[in-house]
């Protein structure tokens, strides 16, 4: 039973760049957020998908987007990234999207930025 | 709306028992504990639905007190595995369900 995997592992990029983090959920879960852990920070909720669309959204500007697809996995898309984008993004399945239910984390991607 | 967690750190010998608090500003729905290892995802550990209910889970048990807007996370005789960082996430319960968590509280047990 394939856990939640995100994809890259790592990635470097420029201010200004743009950059797109991928993540499949746990097998039998539809529902999918997207956290910044920044080092020695909790995780910080960015939003949430659920039906193909974001259903709850954190405070971020919308430089961040994001994406789900018909078969539940989803993409997070930064734009003009900025040195403190630089964090650990994970991504974090459930199934349903209601309180009583375990989210099951990816190990995420680090993303650094130059 | 982010609650709190206290204390920010705690070093244990093996055996010893810990108690890790939450604690938010607004009412809750429900609280979720995960336990986070250096450079690994959070790992759930167990949700309190509003209700004053205790759960367990090994030797970890939880307590969550609505009114109080509080939960606790007990750790009993604690193992060189429990080392690592817990967070506390809270859900209000309006407008849907996001997790908001709290900034962790790093435990250590040495042998």
């Known amino acids: 039973d394939a856990g939640v995997t995100q994809s890259p592992t790592h990635l470097i990029k420029t201010r200004g760049q743009q950059v797109t983090l991928r993540c499949s959920p746990k097998?039998?879960?539809?529902?999918v957020s997207w956290y910044q852990q920044a080092l020695g920070q909790g995780p910080q909720f960015i939003f949430q998908?659920?039906?193909?669309?974001?259903?709850q959204r954190g405070n971020f500007p919308d430089r961040f987007s994001g994406h789900q697809f018909p078969n539940y996995s989803s993409e997070l898309n930064v734009n003009a990234l900025l040195l403190g984008d630089s964090a650990l993004y994970l991504c974090?399945?459930?199934?349903?999207?209601?309180?009583?239910?375990?989210?099951?984390f990816g190990d995420g991607t680090r993303l650094s930025i130059l | 709306q982010q609650p709190v967690q206290s204390p920010q750190a705690v070093i244990l010998r093996e055996g010893e028992d810990a108690v890790i608090n939450c604690s938010s500003s607004?009412?809750?729905?429900?609280v979720h504990w995960y336990r986070q290892k250096h450079g690994e995802a959070p790992v759930f550990l167990m949700i309190?639905?509003?209700?004053?209910e205790q759960k367990g889970h090994d030797k970890i048990s939880a307590s969550f007190n609505e009114k109080k807007q509080q939960s606790s996370l007990y750790l009993t005789a604690s193992q060189l595995s429990y080392s690592g960082t817990y967070f506390c996430?809270?859900?209000?319960?309006?407008?849907?369900?996001?997790?908001?968590f709290g900034a962790g509280t790093r435990l250590f047990v040495k042998a």
């Open positions: 974090a399945s459930s199934h349903r999207r209601t309180s009583n239910q375990p989210q099951h």
């Open positions: 097998s039998g879960h539809d529902t």
């Open positions: 998908y659920y039906e193909e669309e974001e259903r």
């Open positions: 607004k009412a809750l729905y429900s």
């Open positions: 309190l639905l509003k209700g004053g």
């Open positions: 996430g809270t859900e209000m319960g309006t407008g849907g369900f996001k997790t908001i």
